[in-house]
């Protein structure tokens, strides 16, 4: 059933189950590489073996030509906890500047609308997609985040370290998404022309700077170790049988192991079918998830215009060597431990603006 955004509005009792599926993968057919992922088709024939009843929402994260991408995350938990907004406030929905498949695709709000997510996704030397990277790390948030962005005045580092050291900081630093389920699919390819029997890449000049015994994570499923880590520190149930890791066209090449060739493998799909049956049922016997006091659905953010022109003012007086003093920034410089002071790069290309000057 195609997800009905009005269902997030009743208790669990009166709603369907709801899904989301995410297909991990940066390929798409649209732009280079000009072919679709294994991980796409597998999220659409997840979507229909799951039960009609439910409420089944999927996304491809794929690269497309002119399509926004996910923003990196600024890291802002590393200022204060108080800094990092749920839902992140550091980019905009249709934003020119700085476009974000995040909030341009309501992913806050799809994925608190969810009772489980299924992920399904490649590993990309060794390692989670890039755009699943992108994406977890965008949902730091999610972890401990602040709910209500008028206590920072939007995002004013210095109130944000102050209001963490208070009371009112304990009460609104929960766990957003806490009690959900995530299940993760992971893939890799292996080709058999790419090693020797060592298990070294043959085209390997230096086959002294590598040790195959040393890399403990080749073909191994803790590849996504990190999101999965990150969904549990989070109050997000990842049960082990759920994280799987499933090796797609051994011994053959690339070109040989493409969504069409796996349409066909029997075992494999076997394997796929199984883990979402074990999700399936896992759901279902859980039950459905209790939203969160304070939730990404239906949010709209505030408006925030005085305190984009304050912050504009800052950023300047750091640009020109002046920051605000006794802000970190400004300690910083009396230590000399930032001294690279710089007007805006399309300005000065990173020129230095020193006292001595």
């Given at each position: 059933?195609?997800?009905?955004?009005?269902?997030?509005?009743?208790?669990?009792?009166?709603?369907?189950?709801?899904?989301?599926?995410?297909?991990?993968?940066?390929?798409?057919?649209?732009?280079?590489?000009?072919?679709?992922?294994?991980?796409?088709?597998?999220?659409?024939?997840?979507?229909?073996?799951?039960?009609?009843?439910?409420?089944?929402?999927?996304?491809?994260?794929?690269?497309?030509?002119?399509?926004?991408?996910?923003?990196?995350?600024?890291?802002?938990?590393?200022?204060?906890m108080?800094?990092?907004?749920?839902?992140?406030?550091?980019?905009?929905?249709?934003?020119?500047?700085?476009?974000?498949?995040?909030?341009?695709?309501?992913?806050?709000?799809?994925?608190?609308?969810?009772?489980?997510?299924?992920?399904i996704?490649?590993?990309?030397?060794?390692?989670?997609?890039?755009?699943?990277?992108?994406?977890f790390?965008?949902?730091?948030?999610?972890?401990?985040?602040?709910?209500?962005?008028?206590?920072?005045?939007?995002?004013?580092?210095?109130?944000?370290?102050?209001?963490?050291?208070?009371?009112?900081?304990?009460?609104?630093?929960?766990?957003?998404?806490?009690?959900?389920?995530?299940?993760?699919?992971?893939?890799?390819?292996?080709?058999?022309?790419?090693?020797?029997?060592?298990?070294?890449?043959q085209?390997?000049?230096?086959?002294?700077?590598?040790?195959?015994?040393?890399?403990?994570?080749?073909n191994?499923?803790?590849?996504?170790?990190?999101?999965?880590?990150?969904?549990?520190?989070?109050?997000?149930?990842?049960?082990?049988?759920?994280?799987?890791?499933?090796?797609?066209?051994?011994?053959?090449?690339?070109?040989e192991?493409?969504?069409?060739?796996l349409?066909?493998?029997?075992?494999?799909?076997?394997?796929?079918?199984?883990?979402?049956?074990?999700?399936?049922?896992?759901?279902?016997?859980?039950?459905?998830?209790?939203?969160?006091?304070y939730?990404?659905?239906?949010?709209?953010?505030?408006?925030?215009?005085?305190?984009?022109?304050?912050?504009?003012?800052r950023?300047?007086?750091?640009?020109?060597?002046?920051?605000?003093e006794g802000?970190?920034?400004?300690?910083q410089?009396?230590?000399?431990?930032?001294?690279?002071?710089?007007?805006?790069?399309?300005?000065?290309?990173?020129?230095?603006?020193r006292?001595?000057?």
């Amino acid at each position: 059933m195609k997800p009905n955004d009005d269902s997030a509005k009743l208790p669990p009792e009166q709603r369907p189950f709801r899904v989301l599926i995410i297909s991990g993968s940066d390929r798409r057919q649209y732009n280079c590489p000009g072919v679709d992922s294994k991980s796409r088709m597998l999220m659409l024939r997840m979507a229909e073996l799951l039960p009609k009843e439910w409420e089944i929402d999927y996304e491809d994260l794929g690269n497309v030509y002119a399509r926004s991408r996910i923003q990196s995350c600024n890291a802002c938990v590393s200022t204060s906890m108080a800094l990092c907004v749920w839902p992140c406030n550091c980019y905009k929905k249709n934003d020119d500047k700085e476009p974000d498949l995040m909030w341009d695709l309501d992913m806050y709000a799809r994925l608190d609308m969810a009772d489980a997510w299924a992920i399904i996704g490649p590993h990309n030397w060794y390692a989670a997609t890039s755009n699943l990277k992108l994406m977890f790390d965008r949902l730091v948030c999610m972890n401990g985040g602040n709910p209500d962005e008028e206590t920072i005045d939007h995002k004013d580092p210095e109130k944000a370290m102050a209001f963490e050291h208070t009371e009112e900081w304990k009460e609104l630093n929960i766990n957003h998404l806490e009690g959900r389920t995530a299940g993760f699919y992971c893939y890799g390819d292996q080709a058999g022309e790419e090693r020797d029997k060592t298990g070294r890449p043959q085209i390997l000049r230096h086959p002294e700077y590598l040790d195959p015994k040393d890399e403990e994570i080749w073909n191994t499923r803790h590849a996504y170790g990190p999101l999965v880590l990150q969904c549990r520190y989070s109050g997000i149930e990842v049960p082990d049988h759920l994280w799987t890791y499933k090796v797609f066209g051994r011994d053959k090449k690339y070109s040989e192991n493409q969504a069409e060739h796996l349409s066909s493998n029997k075992e494999v799909l076997q394997h796929f079918d199984d883990w979402v049956n074990a999700f399936k049922d896992f759901v279902f016997q859980k039950g459905k998830i209790q939203s969160g006091k304070y939730r990404a659905f239906g949010y709209e953010a505030p408006k925030h215009f005085k305190a984009d022109i304050k912050d504009g003012i800052r950023y300047f007086k750091m640009m020109i060597g002046k920051p605000e003093e006794g802000s970190s920034p400004w300690i910083q410089e009396k230590m000399d431990l930032n001294d690279d002071a710089t007007w805006h790069p399309k300005w000065g290309e990173g020129k230095k603006l020193r006292k001595s000057d």
